[in-house]
Nanobody
Framework: QVQLVESGGDWVQAGGSLRLSCAASGTWFSINGMGWYRQAPGKQRELVASITSTHITNYADSVKGRFTISRDNAKNTVYLQMNSLKPEDTAVYYC??????????????WGQGTQVTVSS
């Protein structure tokens, strides 16, 4: 099993910054993609940013230029630096990781979620 533990969610005023972290633990053969989704009240969960094991990144249009995803493979940790935060960024942010527990056994794991609240 692969467990993900997130941290860094908080309350912040608009224009502020937060850094989310997500650390993976357990056993696996490989972790390929990692990233962050978010879900605001009454809305569907949406992809915020993703990063591959070779550090290729992808961002939602709504966060491009403001958020930066990074990854430390040695620490099995993914980060989300969020700058110029807006009230519409308010949501529960979920970390995910996908890969293989064995060479032929894929997995996708999710964190428990961390609340980000941006006040205007």
């Amino acid at each position: 099993q692969v467990q993900l533990v997130e941290s860094g969610g908080d309350w912040v005023q608009a224009g502020g910054s937060l850094r989310l972290s997500c650390a993976a633990s357990g056993t696996w053969f490989s972790i390929n993609g990692m990233g962050w989704y978010r879900q605001a009240p009454g809305k569907q969960r949406e992809l915020v940013a993703s990063i591959t094991s070779t550090h290729i990144t992808n961002y939602a249009d709504s966060v491009k230029g403001r958020f930066t995803i990074s990854r430390d493979n040695a620490k099995n940790t993914v980060y989300l630096q969020m700058n110029s935060l807006k009230p519409e960024d308010t949501a529960v942010y979920y970390c995910y990781a996908g890969g293989f527990q064995r060479s032929d056994y894929p997995f996708t794991s999710w964190g428990q979620g961390t609340q980000v609240t941006v006040s205007s």
